[in-house]
Every structure is written in C-alpha cells, then in structure tokens.
C-alpha cells in the first residue's frame, strides 16, 4: 500500500507543497492557484484538476490578500484570491 500511494501521490497534497514552496520563495510569502500551476508545469507535474483544487489554501497558516485574474486556458479570466503563508 506505501509504495502505491508513493506513486501516486494525493494531487491535493502535491499542490498545498507547490503552495508553501512558491510562498516561500517570495519576499511577501504570497501565492495564488496560479501560481500553484505554473510551479506544477515548471515541475513537469500534470494533474488532473478538479474540485479539490478549491481546497489548496484551506489549511491552517493562509491567509487571503488580495485577488488576481487565472490566466489559463478554459478558466475565462476569473478572479482568484492571492493568499499569504502566515
């Protein structure tokens, strides 16, 4: 079982780490979902995005700042929240 979930990592868990290492790097400690996918492509990990993606910052230590617009393809332009890792 330990090295079937080690090749196949929860896609939820992959991008909370794809979070916390963008906000880590940033002076501000700020990261949005679109963030989260282009440090995912930058990886080269393709996941197959779902409802579970609106549970990236729903964890203890994010804390909303500000908004931005999601700039890929399909997702029309919306605004997103920009959080803070606190």
């Given at each position: 079982?330990?090295?079937?979930?080690?090749?196949?990592?929860?896609p939820?868990?992959?991008?909370?780490?794809?979070?916390r290492?963008?906000?880590?790097?940033?002076?501000?400690?700020?990261?949005?979902?679109?963030?989260?996918?282009?440090e995912?492509?930058?990886r080269?990990?393709?996941?197959?995005?779902?409802?579970?993606?609106?549970?990236i910052?729903?964890?203890?230590?994010?804390?909303?700042?500000?908004?931005?617009q999601?700039?890929h393809?399909?997702s029309?332009?919306?605004?997103?929240?920009?959080?803070?890792?606190?």
């Amino acid at each position: 079982m330990g090295v079937a979930a080690s090749h196949n990592p929860d896609p939820l868990e992959v991008a909370r780490q794809a979070a916390r290492d963008v906000a880590r790097r940033r002076g501000d400690r700020s990261c949005s979902i679109v963030d989260v996918r282009a440090e995912l492509a930058d990886r080269g990990i393709e996941l197959e995005w779902g409802n579970w993606a609106g549970s990236i910052f729903k964890e203890e230590g994010w804390h909303p700042v500000g908004i931005t617009q999601t700039q890929h393809k399909g997702s029309h332009a919306r605004v997103v929240r920009v959080w803070r890792l606190g």
